[in-house]
């Protein structure tokens, strides 16, 4: 009996507490005036306001039309999509949310903002809209607690006009994961004047079927923060990059595969790997990127600056499998394929800015003390929390939390998790 009536006092506090209204999935369109999304007729009109109102594993399904807005999603498992894929909705920057830093003193115009686990992307384009640029513009980012996110079928572009085109440094990318593990990008198209369009100091990401165009400084790159950080175990496959006016595909990390990619018209090497001998250099003087035991196979490089057909190889120990069948279209360079001896006044002849000696990689102009990575900070404040190498570290937001708040968010989420469960 006591039992019994412990269990109907369970139910009925369960009652009470279980959110009556958590849905599914939520509805946005252009011009919506709801603020509980409930449906079609009943959607809020701004991404924003549904993803504040979702609970986690939502689906947010967004009208076709274009909403002028940044998204930071701090909720995991949500997914956002365009309700048409036929019309897909465009997330087009306000400007970026107020006073955010990324590193810090580097005000950021993020597009879209993950910063909770297993968060997909799918059927929506993201914009930086033509207009100066006023802050460093990062069109999706991820960072931790932000592991797992998929990206799939996006269009993220940018389309910046006036001088100069990148007001800060670190500069503007497309796609910036950053020490977050686990993400996949796919079937998406990188297009517009991002200075490197998906940009990887992280691990076991899979970036796969993607086309990556016109880039002012890399197409893909994976960045080796440190000599001792860990950039591994990311695939890249089966993406078409082009029209960069660096390198096509540029590999500071170790142990990555990157097969059956298509490169073409890049102003530097289709495919390097980088070393002590690089040349050009792929990170300033003085500091080191060394890519090993990466394998790669099956990729198709034409018409590209550097390189000729073959990926240039100054790191140490990796494998690199047969080429696509390659034809040469560059003509000049046809007698020129030692890579050793090739300079860069040899190829400056294209109309493409090749001053990316002191450029190429993420490590130059290093103004923040100890940090591991300059660059690419992904701390939003200024505040002194120093970030440690996180390559493969997913506490990032947890481990800024003091013992006290760390326990008693502990002890809210074993709450949570277990109303969660019974009201199921
Ligand atoms: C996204 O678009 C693709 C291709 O058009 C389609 O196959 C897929 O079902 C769409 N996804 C959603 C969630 O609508
Ligand atoms: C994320 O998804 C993975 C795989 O489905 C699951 O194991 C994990 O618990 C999820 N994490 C969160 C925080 O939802
Ligand atoms: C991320 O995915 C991996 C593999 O599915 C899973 O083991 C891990 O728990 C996930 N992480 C989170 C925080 O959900
Ligand atoms: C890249 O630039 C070229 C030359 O301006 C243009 O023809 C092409 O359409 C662009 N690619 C993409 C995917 O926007
Ligand atoms: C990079 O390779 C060079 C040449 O093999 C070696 O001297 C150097 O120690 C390596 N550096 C790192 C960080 O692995
Ligand atoms: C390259 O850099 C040098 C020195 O900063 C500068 O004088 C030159 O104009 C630059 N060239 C291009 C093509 O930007
Ligand atoms: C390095 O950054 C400082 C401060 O942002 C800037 O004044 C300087 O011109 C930069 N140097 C280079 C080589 O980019
Ligand atoms: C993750 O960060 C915490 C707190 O800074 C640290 O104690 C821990 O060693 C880190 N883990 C890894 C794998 O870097």
């Known amino acids: 009996m006591k039992l019994l009536s412990a269990l109907l006092l369970l139910l009925v506090v369960l009652a009470l507490i279980c959110p009556t209204n958590?849905?599914?999935?939520?509805?946005?369109?252009?011009?919506?005036?709801?603020?509980?999304?409930?449906?079609?007729?009943d959607a809020c009109g701004s991404i924003?306001?549904?993803?504040?109102?979702?609970?986690?594993?939502?689906?947010?399904?967004?009208?076709?039309?274009?909403?002028?807005?940044?998204?930071?999603?701090?909720?995991?498992?949500?997914?956002?999509?365009?309700?048409?894929?036929?019309?897909?909705?465009?997330i087009e920057s306000a400007g970026g949310v107020p006073d955010q830093q990324a590193p810090a003193d580097v005000p950021v115009d993020v597009v879209v903002d993950l910063l909770a686990p297993n968060?997909?992307?799918?059927?929506?384009?993201?914009?930086?809209?033509?207009?100066?640029?006023?802050?460093?513009?990062?069109?999706?980012?991820?960072?931790?607690p932000a592991v797992n996110a998929t990206l799939s079928n996006l269009v993220v572009e940018r389309y910046r006009t006036g001088e100069p085109l990148e007001p800060f440094a670190p500069g503007s990318r497309g796609l910036l994961v950053f020490r977050a593990t686990g993400v996949v990008c796919e079937d998406?198209?990188?297009?517009?004047n991002y200075q490197d369009h998906i940009h990887l100091p992280t691990s076991e990401?899979?970036?796969?079927?993607?086309?990556?165009?016109?880039?002012?400084?890399?197409g893909i790159v994976i960045i080796q923060e440190t000599p001792d950080s860990l950039s591994i175990d990311n695939v890249i496959k089966e993406n078409t990059v082009s029209g960069i006016a660096g390198d096509g595909i540029q590999?500071?990390?170790?142990?990555?595969?990157?097969?059956?990619?298509?490169?073409?018209?890049?102003?530097?090497?289709?495919?390097?790997?980088?070393?002590?001998?690089?040349?050009?250099?792929?990170?300033?003087?003085?500091?080191?990127?060394?890519?090993?035991?990466?394998?790669?196979?099956?990729?198709?490089?034409?018409?590209?600056d550097l390189g000729l057909g073959e990926p240039a190889d100054f790191g140490v120990e990796n494998y690199i499998g047969p080429s696509h069948e390659f034809t040469n279209v560059a003509g000049t360079e046809a007698a020129n394929n030692d890579l050793e001896t090739t300079t860069m006044e040899t190829h400056n002849d294209n109309g493409h800015n090749n001053n990316n000696t002191m450029d190429g990689g993420d490590k130059n102009n290093n103004t923040m003390g100890e940090d591991?990575?300059?660059?690419?900070?992904?701390?939003?404040?200024?505040?002194?929390?120093?970030?440690?190498?996180?390559?493969?570290?997913?506490?990032?937001?947890?481990r800024?939390?003091?013992?006290?708040?760390?326990?008693?968010?502990?002890?809210a989420f074993a709450l949570i998790a277990a109303v969660a469960v019974l009201c199921l």
């Not at 300033?284 to 198709?300: C, E």
Request: aromatic letters at 4%; proline letters at 4%; hydrophobic letters at 35%.
């Open 22 to 41: 958590a849905q599914d999935t939520l509805y946005v369109v252009v011009g919506g005036t709801s603020t509980t999304c409930t449906s079609l007729d």
């Open 48 to 90: 924003q306001a549904a993803v504040d109102v979702a609970s986690e594993g939502a689906t947010i399904s967004i009208g076709s039309g274009t909403f002028v807005e940044n998204i930071r999603i701090m909720t995991a498992g949500l997914t956002l999509e365009s309700e048409d894929e036929e019309n897909q909705a465009t």
């Open 119 to 144: 968060i997909t992307l799918e059927n929506l384009s993201i914009r930086h809209p033509m207009g100066p640029a006023t802050k460093r513009d990062v069109g999706v980012f991820v960072r931790p």
């Open 188 to 192: 998406s198209t990188f297009r517009g």
């Open 205 to 218: 990401s899979h970036i796969e079927d993607n086309i990556v165009a016109n880039a002012t400084r890399l």
């Open 251 to 304: 590999i500071q990390g170790d142990r990555n595969s990157f097969i059956d990619n298509t490169v073409f018209g890049c102003a530097g090497y289709g495919i390097h790997l980088c070393g002590a001998n690089s040349n050009p250099p792929c990170v300033p003087p003085g500091q080191m990127a060394n890519a090993s035991q990466n394998q790669l196979s099956g990729n198709f490089l034409w018409n590209n």
């Open 372 to 398: 591991h990575d300059p660059e690419d900070n992904g701390e939003e404040d200024s505040s002194t929390s120093t970030t440690t190498d996180a390559a493969t570290n997913t506490s990032g937001a947890m």
């Open 400 to 411: 800024r939390l003091s013992d006290v708040d760390s326990f008693v968010s502990h002890m």
